[in-house]
């Protein structure tokens, strides 16, 4: 296949992936449930967002990161940095035998609560955060994972965040020789 009908090819997987997230709205978490170890909530995905934004914490949220220990204005900036992809070379990246162990590795920390598919609603969920803005964050990834109730490994979201970033970051130096 020619670099042309396979940049073709991509471009309507990702758009086509793209789409399917954006009209699967309704499918997207409303709940997140939150751990640190022994430690877990149920979060509207709707307290994580206003968290993000203005660092205000509903009562439940706050008493589990000042129990885990966790310093809130580092979970705010994990939640909120974003990532730069470029939406073709992440579904082909995504699509490929690397792209598949990250996404089972960082399954291992954002799941669905059904703990069935995570690779899946994982892809899904980074095409979905990816397809306006060719940026990524943490927060967008939850709003746009295709379950209603998703598993949040708290503790190894910093973690997560720097995997998936480290993972993604020489993406944008392959988008950068993909569209000369």
Do not use: C
């Amino acid at each position: 296949m020619s670099i042309r009908k396979t940049s073709l090819f991509a471009g309507l997987v990702g758009f086509t992936s793209g789409l399917l997230a954006h009209l699967g709205g309704a499918i997207a978490a409303d709940m997140v449930v939150l751990t640190y170890g022994p430690l877990a909530i149920d979060v509207p995905i709707e307290d994580l967002a206003v968290f993000a934004e203005s660092g205000e914490t509903s009562d439940e949220l706050g008493d589990l990161l000042q129990l885990a220990g966790q310093d809130p204005a580092q979970v705010r900036n994990t939640l909120n940095e974003p990532v730069p992809v470029n939406l073709t070379v992440l579904d082909l990246a995504l699509n490929s035998p690397p792209g598949e162990w990250m996404l089972d590795r960082v399954s291992e920390t954002i799941h669905p609560a059904s703990g069935e598919a995570g690779r899946l609603a994982l892809r899904s969920a980074l095409i979905g955060a990816a397809s306006t803005d060719n940026e990524i964050t943490l927060l967008e990834v939850m709003q746009a994972y295709p379950s209603p109730e998703i598993v949040v490994r708290g503790d190894r979201l910093v973690e997560t965040y720097n995997r998936i970033n480290d993972i993604l970051e020489p993406l944008a130096d392959l988008a950068t020789i993909w569209t000369q």
